[in-house]
């Protein structure tokens, strides 16, 4: 079995890229669903995050918009909720491996791959990029979303240049998507998975 992490930064492509792999038949596991999961209504996570920050949870419900705006501004604090939620995601991964132990490829969407150091565990690194403009332009669409909310989020994020150069493949979501998806396919070939099996 060959572990693919793919990763990138925000507004990048990551999920239309994931979707390609799953298309094609590799089995995706997906870190920020499981999250969402986990902080979701009845989620494994909310009562904990209600002890770390108390207010961000009312009638059992995750506010993720008071929780983001405490972790962008206090590196402690968001230190403290990855200590939480990654042990947790982690256990989720490993669940997901068993139950595609037959799959001659699997990949795992992990937005803070290399931020992480978490590369080592796999067997190859996609980094799914795109200009700048374009990146900037699909995430300021976003519901909620500002500027300095993005800047934010950038800043705890490693560059996009440094990214591309730690990668063994670089998926360019700049372009139309069939072009995205020829890539796509390209990797899997080079790494012997015609079709995704």
């Given at each position: 079995m060959i572990r693919i992490a793919l990763t990138g930064s925000i507004g990048m492509?990551?999920?239309?890229?994931a979707a390609m792999f799953e298309r094609a038949g590799v089995p995706v596991f997906d870190a920020d669903a499981v999250v969402r999961q986990l902080q979701?209504?009845?989620?494994?996570?909310?009562?904990?995050?209600?002890?770390?920050?108390?207010?961000?949870v009312r009638?059992?419900?995750?506010?993720?918009?008071?929780l983001a705006q405490i972790v962008l501004a206090?590196?402690?604090?968001?230190?403290?909720?990855?200590?939480?939620?990654?042990p947790a995601v982690r256990a989720a991964r490993e669940q997901f491996i068993a139950d595609h132990a037959d799959a001659a490829a699997l990949?795992?969407?992990?937005?803070?791959?290399?931020?992480?150091?978490?590369?080592?565990?796999f067997d190859k690194v996609v980094v799914v990029s795109a200009p700048p403009d374009?990146?900037?332009?699909?995430?300021?669409?976003?519901?909620?979303?500002?500027?300095?909310?993005l800047d934010a989020?950038?800043?705890?994020?490693?560059?996009?240049?440094?990214?591309?150069?730690?990668?063994?493949f670089v998926v360019?979501?700049?372009?139309?998507?069939?072009?995205t998806e020829s890539q796509v396919g390209d990797i899997l070939a080079c790494l012997g998975i015609p079709g995704g099996r």
């Open positions: 492509g990551k999920s239309t890229v979701g209504a009845g989620g494994g996570l909310v009562e904990k995050i209600a002890e770390l920050f108390p207010g961000c009638c059992g419900t995750l506010d993720r918009e008071c206090d590196p402690a604090k968001l230190a403290a909720l990855e200590q939480l939620v990654h990949v795992f969407e992990i937005p803070l791959l290399l931020e992480t150091g978490g590369q080592a565990e374009v990146q900037r332009g699909r995430v300021l669409r976003r519901t909620g979303m500002t500027v300095a909310k989020i950038l800043a705890r994020q490693m560059p996009d240049a440094e990214k591309r150069a730690r990668a063994d360019d979501t700049g372009a139309d998507l069939s072009t």
